[in-house]
């Protein structure tokens, strides 16, 4: 068990909002609700999966809804805190722990804050290992982990618990429905789960990457190295493309925020294009029109200067990015991780193949 600092907390965040790819929530907004917690005297505690009881039982708090522009003094709500405890109700058991329900700049803040509040532990590891659009993008569902019973809480203080569903999918398409009707935001717990089933289905280690990934980042500024060479070499990962974002179309579709960046090459990339689709985080890249970069895979778009990550829709006309990638978590590239989570089931016709067999970056 690890107490963390303050400066770990926030380069945590850093780091999970780099491998956000885009979504995730807003590591802003999560940084303002850490930030109030602490000053509340609440403690943030992380465990090792190792070190989780077999008989413990966790849950994952999360927002659900679409990725909107980012507005002045905007803040978190406490909806998975609501649903987080009107689950435990419903069980009738204490939840040992939590897990997040995936590594980004604002789900990841809410799984720490909800944790700190109950004076419980985050979990050193996440379904997903990235941020993902979905509730069927988990490697829960890979594993057959039922999710359900599950809570929604929406920010009128409506509590709704979902006691039995089909499978992952329907309970996408159910809580995305409450989601659409609540202003595309609702807070969600789900997938109570025992240690054990928990040590064999989960990414381990993800919020000690991301710390790392926020400290090198970090590091990098203070002795005035290039902090996006840092986070590459951290992350193992690939300087994918620099340029100047000349569009960002979008639109909130369904309870996503589904669009398309457009960034025009500078420097080593002058007179080429990199063409981004995103829904709620980024999905699939085009290199002067040729796919270049898909999920599972992560692309992260990251500030040249800051090397912190930009979340979508936020990535606005004229401002110079880089674009970055790593390999996806091996769950995602066996069969039935492709199936869920591959260029197909977005709808395109294109053949997954592996950022490090990219014959353009090697």
């Known amino acids: 068990m690890k107490l963390l600092t303050q400066q770990e907390l926030v380069d945590l965040i850093t780091g999970c909002a780099i491998l956000g790819t885009g ?103 996440d379904p997903a290992g990235r941020s993902v659009p979905e509730l069927v993008h988990s490697t829960f569902y890979i594993h057959n982990v039922p999710i359900a019973p599950l809570a929604v809480a929406s920010a009128r203080g409506e509590i709704l618990i979902l006691k039995k569903v089909d499978d992952d999918a329907r309970a996408e398409a159910i809580v ?14 789900d997938h109570p789960i025992d240690g054990k089933t928990l040590k064999q289905t989960v990414i381990p280690g993800t919020l000690s990457k991301a710390l790392d990934l926020g400290k090198n980042l970090r590091e990098a500024r203070d002795f005035g190295k290039d902090p996006v060479t840092a986070v590459v070499k951290a992350g193992k990962g690939y300087r994918l493309f620099v340029g100047k974002v000349v569009g960002n179309k979008w639109r909130i579709h369904g309870g996503f925020t589904v669009g398309e ?63 970055i990638g790593f390999p996806a978590p091996p769950i995602w590239r066996t069969p039935k991780g492709l199936e869920i989570f591959g260029p197909k089931y977005f709808g395109f016709d294109i053949v997954y193949k592996k950022i490090e067999e990219n014959a353009r970056l090697i």
Not at 98 to 119: D, F, H, M, Q
Not at 305 to 310: F, I, L, M, S, V
Request: charged share 25%.
């Open 23 to 125: 979504g995730g929530g807003s590591p802003s907004i999560g940084l303002r609700l850490i930030e109030t917690d602490l000053k509340k005297g609440y403690k943030f505690q992380l465990i090792d999966l190792k070190e989780v009881p077999d008989d413990a039982l966790i849950a994952s708090p999360y927002m659900c809804g679409s990725v909107s522009p980012e507005k002045a003094g905007t803040a978190q709500g406490d909806e998975p805190f609501q649903a987080f405890l009107a689950l435990q109700e419903f069980i009738g058991k204490k939840f040992f722990a939590v897990i997040p329900t995936e590594i980004g700049g604002g789900n990841t803040a809410v799984a720490l804050s909800v944790a700190a509040k109950l004076g419980v532990p985050v979990i050193d590891g």
């Open 176 to 189: 995305r429905a409450v989601a659409v009707a609540c202003g595309d935001r609702v807070g969600v717990a």
């Open 261 to 323: 960046l457009i960034i025009m090459g500078e420097k080593d990339f002058q007179g080429h294009t990199y063409r981004i689709w995103y829904k709620n985080e980024h999905i699939i890249a085009w290199f002067d029109e040729e796919p270049d970069v898909m999920s599972p895979d992560l692309l992260c778009v990251l500030d040249p200067k800051t090397g912190e990550a930009k979340t979508n829709p936020n990535c606005r006309k004229g401002m110079s990015v880089v674009v």
